[in-house]
């Protein structure tokens, strides 16, 4: 049986240093099909939650609710469209509106596209774009600019391979311009950051000859789209990326899943220097299956990591939540459940020194609702 890879006696004295948190106020929402959450930012002291919902058809489509810091639903959108429409990413832009992306069928029934919508606070939309090829496209991630326009992070495809594919637009979605590219057979894009010079990072998994996954960091110029430089993760691990975030110390932050010597997953979290290069690595995990699905930066410095363990707690999964210090040792973990499956995909931070995490569970009904947690 593996066991975490700190050791007993530090694990002790992180728990006698820092308290774990419970959870304050929790809300599972749903309807008569699967609904789950994905994303959440804090939003000027709310929450911004993304995610899907099934119609009465069991079409997904985009969802988009506002929690206050109370756990009070104060707002909520359904955007439908024709087909599958769901939100993989969402942003806070400087005027205070939101861009998500994702992918859609709308156009035609097996076809899918990239699409990227422009609301407002209150969620009503300003406008709503869709770009696509032939076969399957779709969003990643989404990068708010200082000059009010965005970034937008995806993949597009054809019959045999896929590519990384990016696209900047301005303010009202005009497009400036998008390229894609061709790094392998199969390109995954995970996220896009700023750089230190003000063009951007794209993480990306890529499947390479000896058929795995290797992580790859891309930099690209923010004016034209043309690539400067790119840097693998050495690793004799099988890694895949999840997330990926800017640091306070203008490095990057990924986490993800590891296969370990037993063929079980781990958690993988890692931290680069602004040129990509490790600066320290680590994995996490117990006896059986863990994931990580969310990282995030606290204001004091400490990383919220948030995935899912099938190894312990009340449930077949439930989620897993820890905070590491800047060295990457664990200041606290605990697992929050119920008896059914809980994932959590997404954490942040209120304003309160709270954390908020979002992901999904099974309901009575053996439904998927979507599931928020506050712990403080």
């Known amino acids: 049986m593996r066991t975490l890879i700190f050791s007993a006696i530090l694990f002790s004295v992180f728990l006698l240093s820092a308290q774990k948190p419970s959870i304050q106020w929790q809300e599972k929402v749903g309807f008569t099909n699967d609904d789950e959450f994905y994303r959440v930012l804090n939003s000027g002291g709310s929450f911004a939650v993304a995610g899907m919902y099934r119609t009465i058809n069991d079409l997904p489509q985009s969802w988009l609710?506002?929690?206050?810091?109370?756990?009070i639903i104060y707002r909520e959108k359904k955007y439908i469209y024709e087909g599958n429409n769901l939100i993989n990413s969402i942003c806070l832009n400087n005027d205070y509106s939101?861009?998500?992306?994702?992918?859609?069928?709308?156009?035609?029934?097996?076809?899918r596209d990239l699409f990227f919508t422009r609301v407002t606070s209150a969620g009503k939309t300003i406008f709503r774009k869709v770009n696509g090829g032939k076969f399957k496209d779709g969003a990643s991630d989404i990068l708010a600019l200082g000059d009010g326009g965005n970034i937008i992070l995806g993949y597009f495809s054809d019959n045999e391979n896929q590519d990384l594919w990016i696209m900047r637009v301005s303010k009202y979605g005009n497009e400036m311009w998008k390229k894609t590219y061709d790094f392998s057979t199969y390109d995954n894009a995970v996220g896009i950051a700023a750089s230190n010079d003000r063009n951007i990072l794209v993480c990306s998994n890529n499947f390479n000859k000896e058929n795995f996954w290797e992580i790859n960091f891309s930099y690209f110029n923010i004016e034209n789209g043309i690539l400067g430089w790119q840097k693998k993760i050495e690793s004799d691990k099988k890694i895949t990326a999840n997330d990926f975030i800017k640091t306070m110390d203008s490095c990057y932050v990924i986490c993800g899943v590891v296969e370990s010597q037993d063929k079980a997953k781990d958690f993988w979290i890692a931290k680069t220097n602004e040129q990509a290069e490790i600066v320290w690595e680590k994995n996490y995990g117990w006896s059986m299956n863990e994931e990580a699905n969310g990282i995030f930066q606290r204001y004091n410095g400490n990383y919220l990591v948030c995935g899912y363990t099938e190894s312990k707690g009340e449930g077949m999964y439930d989620f897993w939540v820890m905070e590491l210090d800047a060295e990457g040792n664990i200041i606290w973990e605990s697992t929050y459940g119920t008896e059914a499956n809980d994932?959590?995909?997404?954490i942040t931070e209120s304003d309160d020194d709270g954390i908020v995490v979002v992901g999904s569970t099974f309901n009575g009904?053996?439904?998927?609702?979507g599931w928020i947690i506050k712990l403080k």
């Open 343 to 346: 994932i959590a995909y997404d």
């Open 65 to 71: 609710l506002s929690f206050s810091v109370d756990g």
């Open 365 to 369: 009904d053996n439904k998927l609702d």
């Open 98 to 111: 939101f861009t998500f992306s994702g992918y859609t069928y709308e156009r035609k029934q097996y076809v």
